[in-house]
């Protein structure tokens, strides 16, 4: 592989939910690695500012603008932004229509590009087949410029106490719910219910996790299962990661909190309907799996007991 090009200030853009976040820190990672002293910035929607602040590999985490397309006021704001900046080198994780309209609104002249923009400088290569993981079609996207893959990031970084929870000695995560835009994504709650009986006979607690977003969900799921530890909406991203890591096992719906628990090695059971395609969203870790039927209410309780890995926690 050839030398990485120099660079001074770069952008990097990932506009993703937080479970495409989560599967992008390998690559920004690797980007970090070989920039150790340049300028680096992301671009990413509002809602996850907050937390890619806290991601160690960036100096500064600007929101991506989403105005309407007549709003050209804030377009032009965003504009001035972008050309502002001055970047030597954008590297676009998103690769979507929204991004090349942004290399438009940079200046097709302007900084080194690598992406899917049809004026790109480093086009981002297309693979034999169309279902890879994200993980990949990234590792070769860098590679192409070329920056090299630095392999699995540390993240350490990625943790929070946990000393105002009160929890059981051993315990399984379950995450019943999910966006409510894709209820087909969601195992019904009277089997998670099922479930955490089962675990909680053998001496496993269960503990429960979301947000208001899925309480429906939840609040099916804990008027069957009322023996549950119920954390909704009291845990940070940073949390449920040290969360993670002292729990035997997880069990999730297709949402953001099994990239978290997987991205930090605990043994993640993903359960998954025709909405979801295994080979490129399933999260990225050491101890991953997944259980997938068309309509996810047809996998049996007996079939994730069987899939379910227990670890001994510390």
């Not at 070769?140 to 929070?160: K, R, Y």
């Not at 449920?240 to 930090?264: E, F, I, K, Q």
Request: aromatic share 6%; hydrophobic share 40%; proline share 8%.
């Amino acid at each position: 592989m050839s030398e990485s090009p120099s660079a001074q200030k770069i952008l990097i853009i990932k506009l993703g939910a937080l479970g495409d976040i989560i599967r992008s820190l390998d690559a920004i990672h690797s980007v970090r690695k070989s920039f150790p002293h340049s300028q680096i910035d992301l671009l990413t929607r509002k809602q996850h500012v907050a937390f890619c602040e806290t991601i160690p590999w960036f100096d500064k985490v600007r929101p991506a603008a989403t105005p309407r397309l007549w709003e050209l006021g804030k377009w032009l704001d965003f504009t001035r932004m972008l050309r502002s900046q001055k970047y030597d080198l954008v590297v676009d994780l998103q690769c979507k229509s929204r991004t090349t309209l942004y290399h438009l609104l940079t200046g097709v002249n302007g900084p080194r590009w690598s992406g899917t923009s049809p004026w790109s400088t480093y086009p981002r290569p297309q693979p034999d087949r169309a279902n890879i993981p994200a993980h990949e079609h990234q590792r070769m996207q860098l590679e192409s410029i070329p920056i090299p893959w630095a392999g699995p990031a540390d993240l350490e970084w990625l943790a929070a106490p946990l000393d105002d929870l009160i929890l059981p000695s051993r315990f399984v995560i379950l995450a019943p719910g999910c966006s409510p835009q894709h209820p087909g994504k969601r195992w019904p709650a009277a089997s998670y219910a099922a479930l955490s009986h089962h675990l909680e006979k053998k001496g496993t607690a269960s503990v429960v996790i979301g947000t208001s977003a899925e309480q429906s969900a939840i609040d099916e799921f804990t008027a069957l299962a009322p023996h549950a530890v119920n954390l909704v909406n009291k845990t940070t991203i940073h949390q449920l990661a040290s969360l993670a890591r002292r729990a035997a096992a997880v069990v999730s719906n297709d949402t953001g909190p099994a990239h978290v628990t997987a991205a930090v090695g605990t043994p993640t059971l993903v359960l998954m309907s025709h909405v979801t395609d295994p080979e490129c969203m399933l999260p990225i870790g050491t101890d991953v799996s997944y259980i997938k039927k068309h309509d996810i209410a047809d996998i049996s309780v007996e079939e994730v007991l069987l899939a379910l890995r227990l670890r001994d926690t510390p």
